[in-house]
């Protein structure tokens, strides 16, 4: 009996944990001609952490890049302000496609960071929300989009769980040849 009630407790416990890892909703593969351009916007950032939409565009193009997408643009942003007290500069939505479609890119990746923190308790677990769209920028439309969340461990970093996060949302994208 004593077994029984063990192996039940352990079954819920790695269940209940799992479920809380992550949360995804992803389209389908796009069949998208040309995909081998894309303009990376820098992410709008709806958290209270200063620059997170910086380090998730930062660790987007990295992923692109890893999975074999040569023609890339990215933003150079500049600061203006004090960098001791993290000034930054956030490009709105309309500046970011404008600036995607000078550069001469098929697709605009944009995108918004929901969250990116640390949860309060006595673990401290890291935990980032994610959004991307993929914009086809002759159209204006958005022809693929994907939206997930995930925590870590205790030991975890917010880079690393994004960096996971940020590369089960993206799979479905491949350069076209």
């Not at 193009?61 to 997408?69: C, E, P």
């Not at 023609?71 to 995607?100: C, H, P």
């Not at 970093?157 to 949302?169: D, M």
């Amino acid at each position: 009996m004593k077994r029984k009630i063990i192996s039940r407790g352990v079954a819920l416990a790695v269940l209940t944990g799992l479920s809380a890892c992550s949360t995804l909703d992803v389209g389908k593969n796009p069949r998208l001609d040309d995909l081998t351009s894309i303009a990376v916007v820098p992410m709008v950032n709806y958290t209270e952490t200063p620059d997170a939409g910086q380090r998730a565009t930062s660790i987007a193009q990295s992923i692109l890049h890893q999975k074999g997408f040569t023609g890339l643009f990215t933003y150079q942003q500049e600061r203006t302000g004090n960098v001791l007290i993290m000034d930054s500069v956030e490009l709105s939505a309309a500046e970011g496609l404008k600036w995607a479609r000078n550069t001469g890119a098929s697709y605009a990746l944009t995108g918004a960071v929901e969250e990116w923190r640390y949860k309060v308790g006595v673990d401290g677990e890291p935990v980032a929300g994610l959004t991307f769209n993929l914009v086809d920028l002759n159209s204006g439309k958005t022809v693929w989009s994907a939206t997930g969340s995930r925590s870590g461990w205790s030991r975890s970093g917010v880079s690393g769980v994004s960096q996971k996060l940020t590369n089960q949302l993206l799979a479905p994208l491949s350069p076209s040849r």
